[in-house]
């Protein structure tokens, strides 16, 4: 069974940061790589960070060295610190595992968490 929990969100000024926390429960995420994911309402979800086992990771475009995305492979758990937070990073954050793994899973895998809110004001 698979589990996600996304946590961390909140409210913040622009300029603030905020640590989004992920807890993955199964093996399914700890034998892959894994992804912080974001969706604005009315936006496509699009992806933030990924890091894969190896411990390489990429960024979207507009992080643009802001956030720093982590894993601890011992707990299972992966981080996204976001710092230098602007009003366009207003959306929903997700974890799951790293696109490449979606993308080979499309139609047989479609499990996502509740997401965590990230809010911020101008």
């Known amino acids: 069974q698979v589990q996600l929990v996304e946590s961390g969100g909140g409210l913040v000024q622009a300029g603030g940061s905020l640590r989004l926390s992920c807890a993955a429960s199964?093996?399914?995420?700890?034998?892959?790589?894994m992804g912080w994911y974001r969706q604005a309402p009315g936006q496509q979800r699009e992806l933030v960070a990924a890091?894969?086992?190896?411990?390489?990771?990429n960024y979207g475009d507009f992080v643009k060295g802001r956030f720093t995305i982590s894993r601890d492979s011992a707990k299972n758990t992966v981080c996204l610190q976001m710092n230098s937070l602007k009003p366009e990073d207003t959306a929903v954050y997700y974890c799951?595992?790293?696109?490449?793994?979606?993308?080979?899973?499309?139609?047989?895998?479609?499990?996502w968490g509740q997401g965590t809110q990230v809010t911020v004001s101008s």
């Open positions: 799951n595992v790293e696109p490449r793994v979606l993308a080979i899973m499309k139609g047989r895998y479609d499990y």
């Open positions: 199964g093996s399914f995420f700890s034998s892959n790589g």
């Open positions: 890091i894969t086992r190896g411990g390489s990771t």
